[in-house]
């Protein structure tokens, strides 16, 4: 097989990895009503129950930095999705609260590794290429958010149980898993042992600072989109129940959209530009959504910030990778944990700041926080972020990316 044939199967693969998690995920928040009546859990006890998932998560993204010193992330992320798709199907299988939390706890912990392993094979993938793709691996994602969302939709609207629910997922998609993991293609090894238990270096984390808080940020706003679109159209805008439904399939539609073409913009006009006029978009949404006088106005805002945020995670994700070429995994590792921190943050930030004053001024803190990525636009890498058109060209069958120097691929 030729390294082009090997990168070219190892994309495809990881981007149906990418695509399996949206799946799985979706399919787990869009029922958190359905688990919460089965198992009777209580409103008061709920947030503990939802809030050990990315806890747990956020450990074992540090226990995966660790692992991958000793086991390729290939072989991390090939067991890691199948246990969150069998955590999944525990989840639906229960029904006692201890059957509960034993499930969520598992699928925390497995999702934690999941994701950070994910990244981690994104980012050198990214650097073998040469060019700017992952956004299109967490095109892939939104996609799958989208079928889940729709899948678990479906299961509600016909008043199936949750493991039947579940079950057709599962089914289908563990064993494609594990046939696509063949063909996950790891960091080179001369690259991998020349960061071989380097970690960050001296002053490694001060470096990798802003991007955690880019990433907390972010997830501050998507959170915010997922826990209060449907509530804030409905009590504040005024809008039937069935149309507060609607904005967060808008978001998630215009982030798919948005990471479909994403790379190409990257390539054209460089990381840090994308990632500003992302940030100026999604905090305009913000604005929308917090003035809107009525519903339609207020899905004009979420669907600015699909279009805005969609592009922020997986260039920062990518920034951490240039940033620490030769320890690119432990870079991930550590900045997978800000996303489970800005999803902790999200959702109660907004919420009580709405119960204590108004839910239109609780939207204007996330659009501050969203903004504050255009003070740290310049760690995305204003010269080693571009490229692609009028950035790389072409000898023969190989990409030499000019920007890092000539490697090539």
Not at 152 to 178: E, M, N
Not at 265 to 272: I, L, T
Not at 306 to 319: D, E, K, M, W
Request: glycine fraction near 14%; hydrophobic fraction near 55%.
């Amino acid at each position: 097989m030729t390294a082009d044939a090997r990168l070219s199967r190892g994309r495809g693969a990881l981007g149906f990895s990418f695509f399996v998690q949206g799946v799985t995920f979706a399919l787990l928040v869009t029922r958190i009503p359905a688990i919460q009546d089965r198992y009777g859990i209580s409103d008061a006890l709920l947030p503990a129950f939802l809030a050990a998932v990315p806890i747990l998560a956020g450990l074992s993204s540090v226990a995966t930095e660790h692992l991958v010193k000793r086991v390729a992330p290939s072989a991390v992320l090939r067991w890691a999705q199948p246990l969150v798709l069998l955590a999944l199907l525990g989840v639906g299988a229960g029904g006692e609260m201890w059957q509960a939390a034993l499930a969520l706890g598992a699928f925390g912990l497995f999702v934690g590794s999941l994701d950070a392993s994910m990244n981690m094979l994104g980012v050198s993938l990214q650097g073998a290429y040469g060019r700017s793709i992952m956004l299109g691996f967490h095109a892939s994602y939104s996609l799958g958010g989208i079928v889940g969302a729709s899948a678990a939709w479906a299961g509600a609207h016909w008043h199936l149980a949750l493991f039947t629910s579940y079950l057709p997922a599962v089914v289908i998609l563990l064993p494609l898993a594990l046939f696509a993991s063949r063909f996950y293609v790891d960091q080179e090894a001369g690259v991998a042992a020349a960061g071989d238990g380097k970690g960050l270096g001296a002053g490694g984390f001060k470096l990798l600072l802003p991007l955690c808080l880019v990433m907390a940020c972010a997830y501050i706003g998507d959170s915010t989109v997922s826990n209060w679109s449907a509530k804030y159209l409905q009590d504040v805008l005024g809008s039937s129940e069935q149309l507060a439904t609607v904005p967060y399939n808008v978001y998630m539609v215009t982030t798919l959209l948005g990471r479909a073409v994403g790379d190409q913009g990257v390539r054209r006009f460089g990381a840090v530009s994308v990632v500003r006029i992302g940030s100026v978009v999604a905090a305009l949404g913000f604005a929308v959504v917090a003035v809107a006088p009525g519903a339609w106005t207020g899905m004009l805002g979420f669907t600015l910030l699909g279009i805005g945020l969609c592009v922020i995670v997986p260039q920062t994700f990518a920034a951490a990778g240039r940033l620490f070429p030769n320890s690119s995994d432990t870079a991930i590792a550590r900045l997978n944990i800000f996303n489970y921190v800005g999803f902790l943050i999200g959702a109660p930030l907004v919420g009580g700041i709405g119960d204590a004053w108004n839910y239109r001024g609780a939207m204007l803190v996330p659009m501050v926080l969203v903004l504050v990525t255009l003070f740290y636009a310049r760690s995305f890498g204003a010269k080693e972020a571009r490229y692609g058109v009028g950035h790389e060209r072409r000898v023969g069958d190989r990409a030499v990316d000019v920007g890092r120097g000539g490697n090539e691929v």
